[in-house]
C-alpha cells in the first residue's frame, strides 16, 4: 500500500491566503522528517495557477536550497515578472520562519492551436498486462515494465518506465491534473540513476548514501488527464561528481507526448 492517500495529496491544494501575495497550504502526512519535493512541486503548479486566471502551466524550474520540515507551515510568496496576452510568468519562493526551502520560476500560457509532430512512445506492454505496484508516495495505481524493484541492488541499465492512473474520478480542473503528475515525476528518478550501480540503490538512502533533489523542470506539452493511464519513460545518462542527472517524458496511454521532465540530485556516500 502506498504511504499516502489520494484525498491526502488532493488537500495539498487546498492552499489558504497568507497575507498579500502569499498562500499557505497542508503538509503531506507521512512517515518521514523531511517534506516530499514532489509536494512542493504540485503546490507550486497550484499557486500560480491560482494567480493567472485562463493560463496554464508551460513550464515549471525549481530549485531545492534545503530539506522542508514535515512538521511546520509552508509560506508560498509569489512575484509577477510578466503579464502578457498569451504568457505570463510567475517567481515563487517557498519558505518556513523566513529559511527558503523552494524557488520556482513559472512560465503560463493560453492554451492555442498551432502545428505538431513528436517523437513515437517506446514501446512498453499496456497498463492490463503488467501486475499492479506499490510506488510509496504515488496513491495512484501503478504498473511497472518487467516488475523492476528500484530497491534493488542488482546492476540494469539505467531506464525505468511505469504506468499510473488516479483510482478515483478527478475533477476537470487541468490546474489540479498537472500538479499531480509533478509530484509523480519527483519520486523515482534518483532510483533510476543507481540501477547500474552492482550493491546499491535507493534502499540504502539515508544509511549509506545521503540523497536530496537538487533541482527540478517539467514542461507540460498537452492537455491530459491524471484518471486515465499516463507512462513515464525514465532515463540517467549521468550519474558522477556526487550528482545524479535523470530525464523523462510523460506519454498519454493514445501516444500523445503530454510532458517531459528533467532532475538533478545530490547522491553521496556515507562514510
Known sequence: MPIVTLDQLLRCFDLEPAGQDAYTGPNLEMPYYRIFGGQLLAQAVAVATR????KQV???HCLFPREGDL??????????PHDGRSFATRQITAD???????SASVSLHVPEAGPEHQAPMPAVPAPDALAPAD??????DTRIEDGIDLGVRDAGPADYRFWLRAKAALADDPALHQGLLAHATDLTLIGTALRPLSGLSQADSPDRIHTAVTSHTLWYHAPFRMDDWILLAQTSPRLGGS???????????????????????MVRLRA
Open 71 to 80: 512538521q511546520k507551515p509552508v509560506t508560498y510568496r509569489l512575484l509577477r
Open 58 to 60: 508551460k513550464s515549471l
Open 51 to 54: 494567480d493567472t486566471p485562463g
Open 96 to 102: 518556513q520562519e523566513g529559511r527558503v526551502i523552494l
Open 243 to 265: 550528482r545524479a542527472f535523470g530525464q523523462g517524458h510523460a506519454f498519454h496511454r493514445d501516444g500523445s507526448l503530454v510532458a517531459s521532465f528533467a532532475q538533478e540530485a
Open 135 to 140: 510506488l510509496s508516495m504515488l496513491p495512484f
